[in-house]
């Protein structure tokens, strides 16, 4: 079985500010959230653990599966928005509206790194580790999980980009036959 986990919540979280790669820790509220998630993955064995190298995820997936150190993968690390890093979301650029009321027909504004960028590099990700070991955990961000779910099931036509996936969500799936099985969130978390 595969985990994969979005970060607790930061500081920048809470302010509704745009994050993407600014490197910012767990806040309390994030500590609690990833706490939580953590009981309900007590009973899980990893064989692998997996982590974007930004401290939220890191964080995150320690708390999850405490005395493991994750395995670092850039390639799970939060969409690049370039110039829009840090922009506070409750007055974003027009630009930057647009583009997150439909990621499928607006190309990301310039300077932000293009969603199929996103899907090419999570799911190297996924073909390159999630195939050969069992109950595998990834912790990772809000786009970098969409990312995923959009290469897993391409089929989606773009739902997964408009999909609200809170902090410490979890989706499953797993590997059989030769396939991935289509993601689905662990107990409604999502």
Same mark, same amino acid.
């Given at each position: 079985?595969?985990?994969?986990?979005?970060?607790? %919540?930061?500081?920048?979280?809470?302010?509704?500010? $745009?994050?993407?790669?600014?490197?910012? /820790?767990?806040?309390?509220?994030?500590?609690? %959230?990833?706490?939580?998630?953590?009981?309900?993955?007590?009973?899980?064995?990893?064989?692998?653990?997996?982590?974007? /190298?930004?401290?939220?995820?890191? %964080?995150?997936?320690?708390?999850?599966?405490? &005395?493991? %150190?994750?395995?670092?993968? *850039?390639?799970?690390?939060?969409?690049?928005?370039?110039?829009?890093?840090?922009?506070?979301?409750?007055?974003? +650029?027009? *630009?930057?509206?647009?583009?997150?009321?439909?990621? =499928? #027909?607006?190309?990301?504004?310039?300077?932000?790194?293009?969603?199929?960028? =996103?899907?090419?590099?999570?799911?190297?990700?996924? *073909?390159? #580790? @999630?195939?050969?070991?069992? #109950?595998?955990?990834?912790?990772? #961000?809000?786009?970098?999980?969409?990312?995923?779910?959009?290469?897993?099931?391409?089929?989606?036509?773009?739902?997964?980009?408009?999909?609200?996936?809170?902090? @410490?969500?979890?989706?499953? $799936?797993?590997?059989? +036959? &030769?396939?991935?099985?289509?993601?689905?969130?662990?107990?409604?978390?999502?």
């Amino acid at each position: 079985m595969i985990y994969i986990v979005r970060h607790g %919540q930061t500081e920048l979280n809470s302010r509704r500010v $745009l994050q993407g790669r600014s490197d910012h /820790p767990l806040n309390r509220a994030g500590i609690a %959230q990833a706490e939580e998630a953590a009981l309900r993955l007590k009973d899980v064995s990893f064989s692998a653990v997996y982590s974007s /190298p930004l401290k939220r995820a890191v %964080q995150t997936a320690q708390i999850l599966v405490p &005395g493991r %150190q994750p395995i670092l993968d *850039e390639r799970l690390i939060e969409m690049d928005y370039g110039p829009y890093e840090e922009m506070d979301l409750s007055n974003p +650029d027009p *630009e930057v509206l647009a583009f997150f009321r439909d990621f =499928v #027909h607006r190309p990301a504004p310039a300077g932000m790194e293009p969603l199929e960028q =996103v899907i090419l590099r999570t799911g190297a990700f996924m *073909e390159e #580790h @999630c195939r050969k070991q069992d #109950h595998i955990l990834i912790s990772t #961000h809000a786009i970098a999980m969409k990312g995923i779910l959009e290469y897993l099931t391409p089929e989606s036509g773009g739902r997964y980009w408009s999909t609200y996936i809170g902090n @410490c969500a979890i989706y499953t $799936l797993d590997y059989r +036959d &030769g396939a991935f099985t289509v993601p689905a969130p662990m107990g409604g978390s999502a």
